[in-house]
C-alpha cells in the first residue's frame, strides 16, 4: 500500500469511529426527565410492630452471680454480666421493623406498596424525597396479590403522583425502569428490560407476573416499575435468588392487577376473586400423546372439589381447559389469573377436550374460599400386588381411605423399581386413582389394567401426592 495513503486512511478510520460512538450513545434510553419527573411521587417505606417478649431468646447465665458484702448488686463484676446477659436470661424485647418501598396514586395521599412491608405493622412512617415524613394509615392489603393501600394525610398541598400504564401494551425487550430504596438507599434507580410476561410462581398463582433483569434488592419491595413513557407499569415484589440478592430475575406485580385490588378495598374493604373449584397442571409432550393431542397446550384437570362451579357444571378430572370466557389457555398458569378476575356470579364459557372430542360448558363462577389447611396423612402398607412398569401397589385400608379423603378406588405404591414408572416420576407413597382416566379400584384392578396396555403407546396415570392430585405420562414398555 502507499506510503503516503496509510496515514490517510488511518485517520479517515478514527473519524469513522468517532462520528459511530455517539450515534450508538443516542440509541441508549436516557432515564433522567423521567425521574425527574415521577420521582418525587417514590416514597420510601418504614413499619414498626410490637415488640414480643421471650424468656428463652437470651441464655441464662452459666453460673450463680456472687454476693458481695452488701448483697448482690455490690458484686463489682455483677452489673457487666447483667449488661450482656440480663436478668437470670429474661429478654429485652426489641420491635420488630421492615423498610421497603411505595409510590402516590392520588394527590390525596393514597399510595400503593406491598403486603409483606406492612404485614403486621403497628406503625408506618412514609418518607417522601423531600426528607419529610408522614404518619400512614393501612387501608387494607392483599396477601395473595402482594399488595397494600395506604393513606397519609397531606400537609403542605396536593402530593405529586404517579401516572398509570396499561401492561398488555408492554412488550418482551423494551426498557423498564425501577426507583425504590435497596438496603435503605433511597430513591435509587436501576433499569433493565422485559424478560417475560405473564409468569407464574408457586403459591401466586393469581398473579401474572412481568419478570425482568431490572436490579431489584431488599427495600425495593413496593416501588414502582415505569415504561419510557413514564407510566408505572408494575409493582417490585419478589425476586429469585440463590444467595439472597440480585441475579438478573425480578418479578413485579401488573399494574392493573393492583389497581383492581385498590379498587376493591377501597368499596368493600377486602378482595373477592372467582374460583372454578379445580385442581390443574400443565399438559406435558408426553400426556399430550396420550390424549392424542398434536401440540402440549391447555390446563389438565387434576381433581374437581365437590359442589364447586366446575363440579356443578359437569368438569371432570381428565378433562383439559382449552378456552376460558373466549381466551385461549397455553399453559395451565394462564388459567388462574384469568379465573380470579372475572366478575362472581358471573357465568362464562369453557372449551373442554374430553376422551379427545371437545366441547363446551357453561361455568358460573364463584368466589375463591379461604384455603385449606389440612395436612397430608402417612399410609401403611397393605395387601401388595405387581406389575409389569416396576411399581408394587397396595389395596387401601379404609382408615387410609379416610385419611387421604378418598372416597372409594385407589392403590398405594408400596415400591418402585427401575423402569417407566420411576422415569414417568411416581413416588413411593403415592396413590393412583385411574389409568387413562379409568378407575382404579384395587390392586387387582390395577394389575388387570397395566396389562392390557398396548406396548409402546403412552399411558397416563392420575396419582394422589399428600393432598394433591398429578398426572403423569408413561411409555408402555414393549
Known amino acids: 500500500m502507499n506510503t503516503v495513503l496509510r496515514p490517510a486512511l488511518a485517520w479517515l478510520g478514527l473519524c469513522v469511529l468517532l462520528l459511530a460512538s455517539p450515534a450508538r450513545a443516542a440509541n441508549l434510553p436516557d432515564f433522567s426527565t423521567l425521574v425527574t419527573e415521577y ?7 418504614s413499619s414498626e410492630s410490637k415488640p414480643v417478649p421471650s424468656q428463652a431468646a437470651r441464655p441464662t447465665l452459666p453460673f450463680q452471680l456472687p454476693e458481695g458484702p ?6 463489682p463484676l455483677n452489673e457487666f454480666f447483667r449488661h450482656f446477659f440480663g436478668e437470670q436470661g429474661e429478654m429485652p424485647a426489641l420491635p420488630s421493623e421492615s423498610l421497603g418501598s411505595g409510590f402516590i396514586i392520588s394527590a ?3 399510595l400503593l406498596t406491598n403486603h ?3 404485614k403486621d405493622a403497628d406503625k408506618i412512617m412514609v418518607r417522601l424525597s423531600n426528607r419529610s415524613e408522614l404518619p400512614a394509615k393501612l387501608v387494607g392489603s392483599d396477601e395473595r396479590s402482594d399488595i397494600a393501600l395506604l393513606k397519609v394525610e397531606p400537609k403542605n398541598g396536593p402530593l405529586p403522583t404517579v401516572r398509570i400504564g396499561d401492561p398488555a401494551r408492554l412488550k418482551v425487550g423494551e426498557w423498564v425502569l425501577a426507583i425504590g430504596s435497596p438496603f435503605g438507599f433511597d430513591h435509587s434507580v436501576t433499569a433493565g428490560i422485559v424478560s417475560a410476561k405473564g409468569r407464574a410462581l408457586p403459591r401466586d398463582t393469581y398473579v401474572p407476573f412481568i419478570q425482568t433483569d431490572v436490579a431489584i434488592n431488599p427495600g425495593n419491595s413496593g416501588g414502582p416499575l415505569f415504561n ?3 407510566e408505572v407499569v408494575g409493582i417490585n415484589s419478589q425476586i429469585y435468588s440463590r444467595t439472597g440478592g440480585f441475579m438478573g430475575l425480578s418479578f413485579a ?18 378482595v373477592t376473586r372467582g374460583w372454578l373449584g379445580v385442581l390443574i397442571q400443565d399438559v406435558t409432550r408426553e400426556l399430550a400423546e396420550s390424549f392424542g393431542m398434536p401440540q402440549p397446550h391447555g390446563a389438565l384437570v387434576a381433581r374437581v372439589l365437590p ?19 373466549g381466551e385461549d389457555i397455553v399453559y395451565s398458569s394462564d388459567l388462574p389469573p384469568r379465573v380470579g378476575r372475572t366478575a362472581v356470579g358471573r357465568k362464562v364459557p369453557a372449551d373442554i377436550l374430553r376422551a379427545g372430542k371437545p366441547r363446551t360448558v357453561q361455568l358460573l363462577v364463584a368466589a375463591l374460599p379461604a384455603e385449606a ?21 397396595a389395596d387401601i385400608t379404609a382408615q387410609q381411605r379416610k385419611q387421604r379423603g378418598l372416597d372409594k378406588g385407589g392403590v398405594l405404591v408400596q415400591r418402585v423399581d427401575a423402569g417407566v414408572a420411576l422415569e414417568a416420576g411416581v413416588q413411593r407413597g403415592d396413590i393412583i386413582l385411574s389409568v387413562n382416566s379409568e378407575s382404579v379400584d384395587d390392586a387387582a384392578d390395577f394389575k388387570r389394567q397395566i396389562g392390557r396396555l398396548p406396548a409402546g403407546k403412552v399411558a397416563r396415570l392420575l396419582v394422589q401426592r399428600g393432598d394433591n392430585p398429578l398426572w403423569l405420562a408413561l411409555r408402555v414398555p414393549k
Open 307 to 325: 359442589d364447586g362451579p366446575a363440579a356443578k357444571a359437569g368438569i371432570e378430572a381428565g378433562d383439559i381447559i382449552l378456552r376460558f370466557n
Open 108 to 110: 390525596d395521599g393514597y
Open 70 to 75: 452488701d448483697g448482690p448488686d455490690s458484686a
Open 253 to 270: 406485580v401488573p399494574i392493573d392487577v393492583a389497581m383492581d385490588v385498590v379498587a376493591q378495598l377501597k368499596t368493600d374493604g377486602k
Open 39 to 45: 420521582g418525587p411521587a417514590v416514597v420510601n417505606i
Open 228 to 230: 419510557m413513557d413514564g
Open 373 to 393: 389447611q389440612d395436612k397430608p396423612a402417612k399410609a401403611t402398607p397393605a395387601r401388595a400386588s405387581a406389575d409389569r412398569i416396576g411399581l408394587l401397589v
Open 116 to 118: 409483606h412491608v406492612v
